[in-house]
């Protein structure tokens, strides 16, 4: 299975030209800090409530990204907030962005490619080579939000970062998220 922060990441590849894309890299920051806060919370290493951090298991979970962000809880442990951390774990955005393309490289989801522009700049792809994970990602995102069923806790969760960095329009027709926008606010 891949993690909240790996299905971001995909969500943001473009099937066709392999581009890393988002409608706000603002948000992107704090969507990419996010998922790994939410993938902490499924693999039950940190548990919140709306103000406060608390580390449940220092355990590694295997995810070498993951890990990280649960070390610097662990070395940090005066920083209690969840603003805290999420503005700590965004202050690391491209590093998760890279990780997270490189865990879907391992997994066979993508292939990296690097080309010259120019004989001088290099211009980094991540073309799709199994395009099964993206197309169930899309799929769960879609069915969350246009299904008046109750959503799985982590497509809820998916639903939330798509929409701060702006990747739900890379899912569904204007029309569709305009019509469906409470059920997206109810969501989020």
């Not at 891949?2 to 992107?28: C, K, N």
């Not at 290493?45 to 649960?70: F, Y």
């Not at 805290?84 to 962005?97: G, P």
Request: hydrophobic share 45%.
């Amino acid at each position: 299975m891949l993690t909240m922060l790996e299905e971001v990441v995909l969500l943001a590849v473009d099937e066709l030209t392999g581009r890393v894309q988002t409608s706000q890299g603002y948000g992107t920051g704090y969507a990419l800090a996010g998922a790994v806060f939410f993938d902490l919370a499924l693999a039950k290493k940190i548990d919140t409530d709306t103000d406060n951090v608390v580390v449940l298991d220092s355990k590694p979970t295997g995810v070498a990204i993951l890990d990280e962000a649960l070390g610097r809880m662990l070395k940090q442990p005066d920083k209690k907030t969840v603003r805290a951390w999420i503005e700590d774990l965004k202050n690391l955005d491209q590093h998760l962005e890279d990780a997270a393309l490189q865990l879907l490289v391992d997994r066979g989801v993508l292939k990296h490619e690097v080309t010259k522009r120019l004989w001088i700049i290099d211009v980094e792809r991540f073309p799709v080579v199994d395009d099964k994970p993206q197309r169930h990602v899309k799929l769960r995102l879609a069915q969350a939000i246009l299904d008046d069923a109750i959503p799985d806790t982590r497509d809820i969760m998916l639903v939330s970062i798509a929409e701060a960095c702006g990747l739900l329009s890379l899912v569904l027709q204007p029309h569709e998220l305009q019509s469906r926008q409470p059920r997206i606010e109810l969501l989020c």
